[in-house]
């Protein structure tokens, strides 16, 4: 089961690193050979991240990827002040993300590929055993440059904000009706509108009130 699981991840990494290659863009294997895994016996990273780093050159729309397992985490982070704390407790939603592949079982294989979409310092380390790895060295920081660009398939635009549904069932209240040239009061017997629209409503309830006297 093991060598199959390590034969679907080098195939997996092999596919990527054909895309990328014919496109301009670099995938880097973090690690290496020894991947993004922690010794939890010596408490020491399976290679000094930071040495790998030092000797790659990063551009925008090229690819971490990460040959791990669900024991380490991945964590990117834009906010130096979080990557130096080993911990995602203050950390912002709008600059540091965690991928884990979708997998919550404990020592479960995982690739997990990074996209590199922003310019300038990117932030990478494991928060796992409360900040013990990434104290012990899965932690490791890079300068991505513009190179080539971002390609079209992460130069898309952000999706739109989420709007909640109106309430469904008996208890939801009908949309008010609006009438043209105004607009609906906050109760919804109350029609609005510009002084015009007002006097020629009064001068109709005055015509039909008329009426219906005689």
Not at 45 to 57: E, F, K, L, P, R
Not at 80 to 85: A, F, G, K
Not at 133 to 151: R, S, W, Y
Request: hydrophobic letters at 35%; a negative charge.
């Amino acid at each position: 089961m093991a060598s199959n699981t390590k034969l679907n991840l080098t195939v997996i990494i092999l596919l990527i690193t054909t895309v990328a290659t014919a496109t301009g863009y670099t995938n880097h294997t973090v690690g290496g050979d020894a991947g993004w895994f922690f010794n939890s016996s010596s408490n020491t990273s399976a290679v000094d991240y930071s040495s790998w780093a030092a000797n790659q050159t990063f551009n925008l729309g090229d690819y971490l990827i990460f040959g791990t397992s669900t024991n380490q985490t991945v964590i990117q982070t834009y906010n130096e002040t979080t990557y130096r704390s080993c911990t995602m407790d203050d950390a912002s939603d709008t600059d540091t993300f965690q991928y884990n592949g979708g997998n919550t079982n404990f020592d479960q294989s995982l690739t997990i590929a990074v996209p590199l979409t922003i310019e300038g310092k990117n932030y990478y380390f494991s928060d796992a055993d409360d900040g013990v790895q990434c104290q012990g060295g899965m932690a490791f920081e890079i300068l991505v440059k513009h190179g080539n660009g971002l390609p079209p398939s992460l130069n898309q635009p952000p999706p739109p904000p989420y709007i909640e549904p109106p309430p469904s069932g008996d208890s939801a209240q009908s949309p008010p009706i609006t009438i043209a040239g105004g607009s609906p009061a906050l109760d919804n017997g109350a029609v609005g509108g510009d002084a015009e629209s007002r006097a020629m409503l009064c001068s109709l309830l005055v015509a039909v009130a008329g009426s219906l006297m005689f």
